[in-house]
């Protein structure tokens, strides 16, 4: 950095750059973060300009980056570049707007969901799956997470001629969670909104075949998402509050009859 005089508010006259290491904690994590300000070395004050404060800013956001396995707005814009990629052509990758390629490059930290779609994107790949949420669509897996809805709530869900009122809501919260949280969905399901809430889309031409699916022949579920089945299926208990929670979701709320509910929606999610 170029050092220009900043003169102490105290009239001591110059104060002296100083480079410093800061400990601090910043959502919860510590972190380590370079520093530059001026200070008085009459009095002690410090100060900064305003590009030092946005620096620090853009510095704190980096570190704390660093410190979660998030990608930070250096490795973005290097990977962006070695692909030869413009910020509109990752934005087009990734389904998302320039804004946010701009606002992530310029140091806001993106979530984790976000983060995995970055990698995808950064490492050649088309990542914007905001119907089927970064996976390919699976109708064993699909019975395969209903299967372990059933064993941690000891009832069955799937049942012959149902309309899936109940179970549908319980997939989409599993999707939605994982899509969140890990950046992909569980089973690769499009979801509409219907006037009974979250329902697989066509789900009337799937029943059948989801009840008849081997779920054997599915990718195993990992731990990670098992839990989150888990954790769903601890916070509804009962069929009844599924169903309620959904009906309360406004990412289901804003959609006309029978439109799409985007996956880039599920950081939005309430009941879960």
Request: hydrophobic share 40%.
């Amino acid at each position: 950095m170029k050092e220009i005089r900043v003169d102490c508010p105290g009239g001591h006259g110059k104060m002296v750059l100083r480079r410093a290491k800061k400990r601090m904690t910043f959502r919860g994590v510590k972190i380590i973060v370079p520093i530059e300000q001026y200070i008085c070395t009459v009095c002690g004050v410090e100060a900064g300009t305003i590009n030092q404060a946005a620096r620090i800013q853009e510095t704190i956001a980096d570190a704390y980056r660093k410190a979660v396995n998030l990608l930070t707005g250096e490795e973005i814009i290097e990977k962006r570049k070695r692909l030869n990629l413009t910020q509109e052509a990752l934005a087009k990758r990734m389904n998302v707007g320039i804004a946010s390629i701009k606002r992530w490059e310029g140091g806001t930290i993106q979530s984790k969901s976000m983060d995995h779609t970055l990698r995808i994107a950064l490492g050649g790949q088309n990542a914007g799956g905001s119907c089927t949420g970064n996976r390919a669509f699976s109708i064993p897996r699909i019975k395969l997470v209903i299967k372990e809805f059933e064993v941690v709530l000891g009832k069955h869900l799937l049942k012959k001629n149902d309309k899936m009122l109940f179970a549908a809501k319980y997939l989409w919260y599993a999707d939605m969670v994982a899509h969140r949280e890990r950046g992909e969905s569980m089973t690769g399901s499009t979801y509409a909104s219907l006037p009974y809430g979250p329902q697989l889309n066509n789900y009337k031409d799937l029943i059948e075949d989801i009840i008849k699916a081997d779920e054997s022949k599915a990718d195993p579920l990992s731990r990670e998402e098992k839990r989150i089945i888990t954790r769903i299926a601890m916070e509804f208990p009962e069929e009844r509050k599924v169903y309620e929670a959904a009906h309360k979701e406004k990412i289901w709320k804003r959609q006309v009859n029978g439109a799409i509910i985007p996956y880039t929606d599920s950081a939005e999610l309430i009941g879960v």
